[in-house]
């Protein structure tokens, strides 16, 4: 599981992935963002779940991530 609260650390994080090709390993990685924004700069990448909270304050990231059902996303 990744949180992301910005847009910014989102890019960043996407070209190093890029940058050593680890794009695949993101197939078994859930995504929480803080907004729609921030889900839109990751959503090319191949995630198990790309999830985002309702509001766009930490608060509403940490319940998103509360809520996920443990056998679903299981690690």
């Known amino acids: 599981i990744i949180l992301f609260f910005s847009a910014r650390t989102a ?7 890029a940058e050593k090709g680890l794009q695949t390993m993101l197939q078994s990685v ?19 779940a790309i999830l985002t909270a309702k509001n766009p304050t930490q608060d509403a990231v940490l319940e998103c991530l509360s809520k996920l059902d443990e056998d679903e996303f299981s690690i």
Do not use: G, H, M, R
């Open 11 to 17: 890019q960043i994080f996407c070209k190093l992935i």
């Open 30 to 48: 859930v995504s929480i963002n803080i907004s729609a924004k921030v889900a839109k700069t990751i959503d090319k990448w191949p995630w198990k």
